[in-house]
Antibody, heavy 121, light 109 residues
Framework: QVQLVQSGAEVKKPGASVKVSCKVS????????MHWVRQAPGKGLEWMGG????????IYAQKFQGRVTMTEDTSTDTAYMELSSLRSEDTAVYYC??????????????WGQGTLVTVSS | EIVLTQSPATLSLSPGERATLSCGAS???????LAWYQQKPGLAPRLLIY???SRATGIPDRFSGSGSGTDFTLTISRLEPEDFAVYYC??????????FGQGTKLEIK
C-alpha cells in the first residue's frame, strides 16, 4: 500500500517561492510516477505536472511552465514541488498524487493529504 | 486541449435515490483514459472509477461508470449518506496529460 505524506502548511509573500515535499512509503519513489495537482479554495482540481515514464522526463502544464520545478530525492523517497514568483492566485491546497498507467489506462491512484499554501502580503 | 464539462453543477437528492452525473468532452476521449473521483470536504480526492467503467479497489458496486466518445456518466444506484460529496471526471491525453472537469456537487435534499 502506497502512503504519501506531505509537508505542512505554508504562508508566503507575493514574489516568494514555496517548496512542498511528499514522502513516499510502502513503495520506492523509483517505482512510482509522481504528479502534482492543486485546488484553489472552493474551486476544482488542476493538474500541474509530473513524471512521464514514457518520455523519461518531468512534464509541466503549460500554465506553470517556467514557474514550477518538480524534483525527486530517491535516497529518501521524497518528491518536491517548487513554485516561484508566487501571487495571490496561487493560494491553494497542493496535492501530490501517483499516476498509474497500464497499456490501456492512466489515472491517479494514491494521493497525499494536501498542503495549504497561502500567498498574502 | 480537451475540455471536460460536468453537469449538473449541483445535484440535490435524498438518500436512497439514484444519482446520474454527466461528463462531456469537447473532443472524443478514449474510454480507457476516463476516470471519476470523489472528494469530501477537507480530504484528498479518492479514485472511484477508471477505464470509464472499472471500479477501483474497495469501491461499492452501487457506483458504476459508463459512456464512450464524448459522453460519460457516473451512476450511484442508491445513495447512502456518505455519498454526498463533490465528484470529478478526469481524462488522460497528450497535452496536458491530465484534465479535470469542474466538478458536480451532490448534496442532500
Amino acid at each position: 500500500q502506497v502512503q504519501l505524506v506531505q509537508s505542512g502548511a505554508e504562508v508566503k509573500k507575493p514574489g516568494a517561492s514555496v517548496k512542498v515535499s511528499c514522502k513516499v512509503s510502502g513503495y520506492t519513489l523509483t517505482e512510482l510516477s509522481m504528479h502534482w495537482v492543486r485546488q484553489a479554495p472552493g474551486k476544482g482540481l488542476e493538474w500541474m505536472g509530473g513524471f512521464d515514464p514514457e518520455d523519461g522526463e518531468t512534464i509541466y502544464a503549460q500554465k506553470f511552465q517556467g514557474r514550477v520545478t518538480m524534483t525527486e530525492d530517491t535516497s529518501t523517497d521524497t518528491a518536491y514541488m517548487e513554485l516561484s514568483s508566487l501571487r495571490s492566485e496561487d493560494t491553494a491546497v497542493y496535492y501530490c498524487a501517483t499516476s498509474y498507467c497500464s497499456s490501456t489506462s492512466c489515472y491517479h491512484d494514491y494521493w497525499g493529504q494536501g498542503t495549504l499554501v497561502t500567498v498574502s502580503s | 486541449e480537451i475540455v471536460l464539462t460536468q453537469s449538473p453543477a449541483t445535484l440535490s437528492l435524498s438518500p436512497g435515490e439514484r444519482a446520474t452525473l454527466s461528463c462531456g468532452a469537447s473532443q472524443s476521449v478514449s474510454s480507457s483514459y476516463l476516470a471519476w473521483y470523489q472528494q469530501k470536504p477537507g480530504l484528498a480526492p479518492r479514485l472511484l472509477i477508471y477505464d470509464a467503467s472499472s471500479r477501483a479497489t474497495g469501491i461499492p458496486d452501487r457506483f458504476s461508470g459508463s459512456g464512450s466518445g464524448t459522453d460519460f456518466t457516473l451512476t450511484i444506484s442508491r445513495l447512502e449518506p456518505e455519498d454526498f460529496a463533490v465528484y470529478y471526471c478526469q481524462q488522460y491525453g497528450s497535452s496536458p496529460r491530465y484534465t479535470f472537469g469542474q466538478g458536480t456537487k451532490l448534496e442532500i435534499k
